[in-house]
């Protein structure tokens, strides 16, 4: 089974990483558990900016609000994902004594974030209609 279908299935069946490795320290998987936590609120903020972008600029053309709208809607649900699968790799390599991973996803997320914020800035600068 390959790496990620095992690490998908522990998404659903955490108790299962429990056969790997050794016991942790608990700080150590609770600050894992904090930090997901932190993913996952930013998901939800950056899901309610995607919506607050598409009910409270109704004035904005509308691709320009699509767009916007969407993308902070993609980079939650892509940061809800990453958060849970994050969580799995961390707790499985502290079990094994590990390097914990690395992951390029925080900057693809902050790039997302700019362009969506650099965006909005020229919305402010130029108006809703892109006088």
Do not use: K
């Amino acid at each position: 089974m390959s790496d990620f279908l095992r690490g998908l299935r522990l998404w659903f069946a955490p108790e299962r990483i429990r056969a790997e490795g050794d016991t942790p320290d608990y700080r150590f998987s609770l600050a894992n558990e904090r930090t997901f936590l932190a993913w996952i609120r930013t998901a939800l903020a950056l899901i309610g900016g995607g919506f607050a972008v598409d009910q409270f600029l109704p004035e904005l053309a509308w691709g320009v609000r699509a767009g916007l709208a969407l993308g902070l809607l993609a980079a939650g649900v892509l940061c809800a994902l990453r958060a849970v699968n994050h969580w799995v790799r961390c707790e499985r390599a502290m079990r094994r004594g590990e390097d914990l991973p690395v992951s390029r996803f925080p900057a693809m997320l902050s790039l997302v974030v700019a362009v969506v914020a650099v965006a909005m800035v020229v919305v402010v600068l130029f108006g809703w209609e892109g006088r």
